[in-house]
């Protein structure tokens, strides 16, 4: 794709059919790429905090930082809170200055943290690492979402923000099969292993720097910045190039968009709008970003303490144990993923949220009963997240899709934000000293916790949730600069 120039916008009312032409597009190899450059990210999520999950064992002992129980938790919220930091601070930019070069300076932070990871000397030096690798994934969250769905058809949006939110799972795959090697001392020498493994995580990132350059600005935010012939063009080289690989002549639109390009939407204007024109919206997105993230969280920093200290698993052997449960969390949402676009968004979100916190209540009481292994605690735990993988996944789908186009970016980092600061920081802190307690009782209560914030959730969203299927981001919410 060619360099879109983005700078002096011409302030003047344009009427646009832009919109309409990309949601008619055929799906095509230029699909492909958005999928692959940019949810990529999501498989780097994964890998980050499935590793860190799996190395916990390992980072506890003498040989290595002597990490404590409650120190793992420590470093799982500090990097959490970079996720909302950097989620905030790149979210606002990337709305004032497009989504292409904030995920090209997201990622590059990203790539910096992780390696800095892998020199850390004791639990300071790796949480404020951590806190460096959250903030770059953190940003590329409101750059990335922002861009596919500003990209991908209408009639495919719902299974391609589930399939590329739910690739985090397959990250989450990968780090927990890379721990059979790098944990091994046959391979790695113990303090050796858990750093080779940060460093390969940047060195996956530089390759995705490079596959990113044929990516293009979004020219849904290309017009509504004044950039409306670089927008067409780059359209036009779109649909010539899905003629040319589907050899169909692209049906005929009739849906202009007058809209009068305007300068950068401030946190005031965002805040107004959301607290007055979309309070039920506003409201639904918290009520789904906290419960999600507040089980995901909750379980998945600490799965490995759990393994430890109440299955006595070794710490080499934890990987064995992940890989299922991440396996089963992908195939979740890439096989509930087509039924969010055909029996529709409230139907789908409400059920998934729904049937996972029940699984949890489930999950939970037999755990404290002590009638559960190491195996069957992994199959039962696996079958929750098939749906509650979905569950999240909707949930960053549901924030990007019901807001107007100018502050799309800024309104995925605040809910990410705020409902990672209640569900996600506290989260891992919460259930490290659950689990240090020693007690199934104290953890038991930790999971009925998180299964009532999902529940609580499902009902917000059968209530107030939005039929966005099948429908243009443009008739689900107006953009602000539109006159009609």
């Known amino acids: 794709m060619s360099h879109i120039n983005t700078q002096a916008p011409v302030p003047r009312a344009v009427q646009t059919d832009i919109p309409a032409r990309l949601d008619r597009l055929p799906w095509s190899r230029f699909h492909w790429l958005i999928v692959f450059a940019l949810g990529i990210t999501w498989i780097l999520d994964g890998l980050e905090v499935t590793l860190m999950g799996a190395l916990s064992g390992v980072l506890k002992q003498a040989d290595t930082l002597s990490f404590t129980s ?3 938790g420590l470093i799982g919220s500090f990097y959490v809170a970079g996720m909302v930091g950097g989620s905030l601070v790149f979210g606002y930019f990337t709305d004032r200055w497009g989504r292409r070069l904030l995920f090209f300076i997201t990622l590059t932070i990203y790539l910096g943290g992780t390696l800095l990871t892998a020199f850390s000397w004791n639990v ?3 949480a404020i690492f951590r806190f460096i690798t959250g903030t770059g994934i953190g940003g590329e969250y409101a750059a990335v979402n922002s861009a596919i769905d500003e ?3 209408a009639r495919r949006r719902g299974w391609v923000d589930l399939t590329v939110n739910g690739s985090y799972w397959l990250g989450a795959a990968l780090g927990s099969l890379s721990t059979l090697v790098i944990l091994d001392p046959r391979w790695f020498a113990v303090d050796h292993g858990w750093r080779f493994a940060f460093i390969a995580g940047a060195v996956v990132g530089l390759f995705i720097l490079l596959l990113r350059h044929h990516v293009p600005e979004s020219p849904r935010w290309l017009v509504l910045h004044g950039h409306h012939r ?4 780059l359209v036009r080289q779109i649909e010539k190039e899905s003629q040319r690989e589907t050899q169909r002549e692209l049906p005929a639109v009739n849906a202009p968009l007058t809209v009068s390009p305007r300068g950068p939407i401030n946190l005031l204007t965002v805040a107004r709008m959301m607290i007055t024109d979309y309070r039920r919206r506003s409201l639904l997105g ?5 419960a999600q993230s507040f089980l995901f969280n909750a379980i998945f920093f600490t799965y490995s303490l ?8 070794p710490a080499a052997r934890n990987g064995l144990y992940l890989f299922p449960f991440a396996l089963g969390s992908f195939l979740g949402a890439v096989s509930l993923g087509h039924l969010f676009d ?3 968004r409230r139907r789908m979100i409400s059920a998934t949220y729904a049937i996972s916190a029940l699984m949890l209540v489930a999950t939970g009481v037999l755990f404290q009963q002590g009638r559960l ?3 069957s605690q992994t199959l039962l735990w696996t079958a929750i997240f098939f749906f509650a993988s979905a569950a999240a996944s909707a949930a960053y789908l549901t924030v990007s899709e019901i807001f107007p186009l100018e502050t799309r970016g800024l309104a995925i980092a605040l809910f990410f934000s705020v409902g990672t600061a209640v569900g996600g920081v506290l989260a891992p802190w919460l259930f490290g000293r659950l689990v240090a307690s020693g007690s199934a009782t104290n953890l038991l209560c930790g999971y009925l916790l998180a299964a009532g914030l999902m529940l609580a959730a499902a009902l917000v969203e059968w209530i107030w949730g939005v039929d966005a299927e099948r429908r243009s981001l443009e008739e689900i919410a107006l953009p602000l600069s539109s006159q009609g």
């Open 151 to 153: 990209l991908i058809p």
């Open 70 to 72: 409650e120190q793992i």
């Open 373 to 375: 292994t190491a195996t």
């Open 342 to 344: 055909s029996l529709g």
């Open 306 to 313: 759990v393994l430890d200290d109440f299955y006595h698993v």
């Open 230 to 233: 670089e927008a067409d063009r």
């Open 286 to 290: 918290l009520a789904l970003m906290v």
């Open 124 to 126: 300071w030096s790796f």
